[in-house]
């Protein structure tokens, strides 16, 4: 079983990157994709569940007081899950930091924060390998910020994944990013606007994380992003974050809008994944309100708890539309 299953995994790569071999990343066809052009999986409960949450995050996002400026990373969130907490259990806040390892005085403040907390660092910045290698030593648990090409003229830095790479060149960068450094459990995209939304680039990323045995967390930069549905044609899990928590960079204000947010959210869904970025005023508010919250009714919880998330979610929904038993 395990031979036919490490088969199956190698099959699904080899469809993803034969894709890309002889194409333009951006206009491969997904009728070419032999291995990936399977129908879409059957995973009602994943459905089920996906619905069932949607239209309580519509309820909150749509009585907050929300804007959304013009920037990247900016867009509302539309990758829903499903309501309701096990009874006695806290609601868990996941918070990640994106864009680690540029700065080590930045690393250093946020890895002194109180936890648990995730850290995706960027597989470009110097020295990434031992900043990882400390941060998980210390305990934090650690991600890839996946560099990948946004909409506009914005730089996501070097080797990111592009719409116009070729096949080779494309998975030339993607390898380079996922070696640079080790032991993360997950990754996210960096930037990605424009690549997110393209399926078929998506499922040649999900299908190589599938088999290093990572899952993929959608950072959310796009309304147009493909990373569910590519998900479903490769047949993996993938999550997505539920709050920006310092889009707009520097204003506490709005850091402290969207932490209220992200407690509604999860006060009334079971749980909230937030993104935010290891400035100087986001660890000024957030530090306080790391201190607080287990006295506050959160459970701060690193990014593996979706994992066993995703899994009740599927459970619930399975008991809740199970058929009456017949005696």
Not at 29 to 48: E, G, H, T, V
Not at 216 to 240: C, E, M, P, Q, Y
């Amino acid at each position: 079983m395990v031979a036919s299953v490490g088969i199956a995994l190698m099959g699904v790569l080899i469809g993803a990157i034969s894709a890309y071999v002889s194409e333009l990343g951006a206009v491969a066809s997904a009728a070419k994709i032999s291995a990936l052009n399977a129908p879409l999986r059957d995973d009602r409960l994943f459905d089920l569940a996906y619905h069932a949450r949607e239209k309580i995050i519509r309820r909150v996002l749509a009585s907050a007081d929300w804007t959304a400026p013009d920037l990247e990373r900016l867009a509302p969130p539309h990758m829903m899950r499903m309501p309701s907490t096990p009874t006695g259990q806290k609601p868990k806040i996941i918070i990640i930091f994106d864009d680690m390892g540029i700065d080590k005085h930045a690393y250093e403040n946020t890895a002194a924060l109180p936890g648990p907390l995730t850290l995706s660092f960027l597989p470009y910045a110097n020295d990434v390998d031992q900043l990882a290698a400390a941060a998980h030593k210390a305990g934090r648990t650690v991600m890839l910020h996946l560099p990948m090409e946004p909409e506009g003229s914005a730089d996501p830095g070097p080797a990111a994944l592009t719409t116009k790479m070729t096949g080779v060149a494309f998975l030339d960068a993607l390898m380079w990013n996922l070696e640079r450094f080790g032991g993360y459990v997950a990754v996210n995209n960096h930037m990605g606007s424009k690549l997110t939304a393209d399926e078929a680039a998506m499922k040649t990323v999900l299908a190589y994380l599938k088999q290093e045995g990572v899952f993929f967390l959608d950072s959310v930069t796009t309304g147009d992003t493909k990373v569910r549905s590519a998900a479903a044609r490769v047949g993996v899990d993938v999550f997505a974050r539920d709050v920006f928590l310092d889009a707009e960079a520097g204003d506490k204000l709005a850091i402290r809008k969207q932490l209220r947010l992200m407690e509604r959210i999860a006060r009334e869904t079971g749980y909230a994944v937030a993104i935010c970025h290891p400035r100087k005023e986001t660890l000024e508010v957030l530090g306080p309100w790391l201190t607080s919250a287990p006295e506050r009714g959160f459970e701060l919880a690193p990014v593996t708890a979706l994992i066993a998330i995703r899994r009740q979610e599927k459970l619930q929904a399975l008991a809740n539309n199970a058929p009456a038993l017949r005696l």
